[in-house]
């Protein structure tokens, strides 16, 4: 499925031969909207409203408190206690990690914390949490905290993000050396979608004694990502982006196996306790995945990210890469063909395989640009200070959305329907 003409019937002839096309009817989207959004907050799964309801008014409403427990296999099986686990299992199968990996816990921002102090307790006589400039700012934000907090002289050191485009894995590669306890970064860029070297960043960060947090907020469910195959140390990633979980859905960590026994959680808490209905005086950390758990989780919401993440897992991992690269690929040459006259440039890596599921573009009236073409039915989003970006879920997004959506682009740039005042009023969320 490659870019073979930038027509809309090209597009529509991409859109007959995709086998994900059907995945698409999983999904509830609005008439008339284009939604390239879905790397900041997935569509709905269909399925998710009955399954949420079943757990609200049958098992909440019914059954009560015995809904913590499975309830006999004859049963519609609730088991509220094995969510974390169970849907952390799936997610595992999505970046491939085996069984035991990985459980739903809390927001990306809270598992970086636990993941970078575990890291840190790892490895005591380094003091540098190697991170990169450009990145989502709350990792950076949370190690500057925790070295804070530790008050042991650890330092946050952020790579300058001036060569994002070209060779990212690269200069994080050169940086390490024998004071980086850990490396902390995003597999693809929030605001580029430029995408690391999993493999070679994790091989060379063992080769120099560090260990690495890898974010998946923005791949976990559109890239491959071979969490087992890479030797990877830990891993986090957000419920509700590609995994469509829903609003605020929780977020996952993922622990490697071999240092589960030798790691705890710098947030003690029943949930991750051996034995947490024993009620014991003192705290023992659980010797697997539950040691990342914490408090109570969140079971409403849980119920939805695991409808999300079936209908993620019903697709095959590589057709939705192929979709992906094809869907990028085509906005990009939308770009450069009609785009590129009224001071758009495509901020996003051109090589296919160092980029992943969106595609910025870099023009100095972003903010208004996105605000018209939202209020013309297409939904992307602005991230400061100049960058359009647009996301493409492949469970859900076809070639002619993203060909009707570029389309509608040129023209607000053409006729500069993006100048009007309502355009520049700024929101809260952006
Ligand atoms: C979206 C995102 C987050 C969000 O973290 P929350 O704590 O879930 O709000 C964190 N890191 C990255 C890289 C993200 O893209």
């Known amino acids: 499925m490659t870019v073979t003409g930038l027509t809309r019937d090209d597009a529509l002839a991409a859109d007959s031969d995709d086998p994900l096309l059907k995945h698409r009817a999983g999904y509830r989207l609005?008439?008339?909207?284009?939604?390239?959004?879905?790397?900041?907050?997935?569509?709905?799964?269909?399925?998710?409203?009955?399954?949420?309801?079943?757990?609200?008014?049958q098992q909440w409403g019914e059954r009560l408190i015995a809904s913590w427990n499975a309830v006999d296999a004859a049963a519609d099986s609730d088991g509220w206690?094995?969510?974390?686990?169970?849907?952390?299992?799936?997610?595992?199968?999505?970046?491939?990690?085996?069984?035991?990996q990985v459980v739903v816990t809390d927001s990306t921002s809270v598992n970086v914390f636990k993941a970078l102090a575990m890291a840190l307790e790892l490895r005591p006589d380094r003091r540098v949490i190697l991170?990169?400039?450009?990145?989502?700012?709350?990792?950076?934000?949370?190690?500057?905290?925790?070295?804070?907090?530790?008050?042991?002289?650890?330092?946050v050191r952020r790579l300058t993000p001036s060569a994002l485009q070209d060779a990212p894995s690269a200069d994080v590669i050169q940086a390490i050396d024998s004071n980086t306890a850990v490396v902390l970064l995003s597999h693809v860029n929030y605001r580029t979608g430029a995408a690391h070297d999993l493999a070679a960043v994790t091989a060379a960060a063992h080769a120099a004694g560090a260990l690495v947090v890898w974010d998946l907020a923005h791949s976990a469910g559109v890239m491959p990502v071979d969490f087992d195959a890479i030797d990877a140390d830990?891993?986090?990633?957000?419920g509700y982006k590609y995994l469509n979980g829903g609003p605020g859905a929780s977020a996952f960590l993922a622990i490697a196996?071999?240092?589960?026994?030798?790691v705890s959680s710098p947030i003690a808490g029943w949930f991750g306790h051996a034995r947490p209905f024993a009620f014991e005086a003192g705290f023992e950390p659980?010797?697997?995945?539950?040691?990342?758990?914490?408090?109570?989780?969140?079971?409403?919401?849980?119920?939805?990210?695991?409808?999300g993440v079936d209908a993620v897992l019903a697709a095959d991992p590589d057709a939705v890469r192929t979709k992906s690269v094809a869907l990028t690929q085509r906005a990009i040459a939308l770009a450069d063909a009609r785009l590129a006259d009224y001071g758009v440039t495509v901020a996003s890596p051109r090589d296919a395989s160092m980029r992943g599921s969106q595609v910025c573009f870099r023009h100095p009236q972003a903010w208004p640009v996105n605000r018209?073409?939202?209020?013309?039915?297409?939904?992307?989003?602005?991230?400061?200070?100049?960058?359009?970006?647009?996301?493409?879920?492949?469970?859900?997004?076809?070639?002619?959305?993203?060909?009707d959506a570029m389309d509608t682009l040129a023209d607000i740039l053409r006729t500069r329907r993006w100048d009007a005042a309502v355009y520049h009023a700024r929101t809260t969320v952006t």
């Open 234 to 238: 830990f891993a986090v990633g957000c």
């Open 372 to 403: 018209a073409l939202i209020d013309e039915g297409v939904i992307g989003d602005f991230r400061t200070p100049d960058i359009l970006r647009l996301g493409f879920a492949p469970l859900y997004t076809r070639h002619v959305d993203v060909h």
């Open 286 to 307: 659980a010797a697997d995945i539950n040691l990342g758990q914490v408090g109570t989780p969140p079971v409403l919401s849980m119920v939805a990210l695991e409808a």
């Open 257 to 262: 196996r071999r240092l589960q026994d030798q």
């Open 131 to 155: 991170t990169q400039g450009g990145d989502f700012p709350t990792d950076g934000y949370v190690a500057d905290g925790l070295a804070r907090l530790l008050g042991r002289d650890h330092r």
């Open 81 to 100: 206690i094995d969510l974390p686990t169970r849907i952390g299992d799936k997610i595992g199968r999505i970046i491939g990690a085996a069984p035991g």
């Open 30 to 57: 609005p008439d008339g909207v284009i939604y390239l959004d879905g790397n900041s907050l997935g569509a709905l799964p269909i399925h998710a409203p009955a399954r949420v309801a079943t757990a609200v008014e």
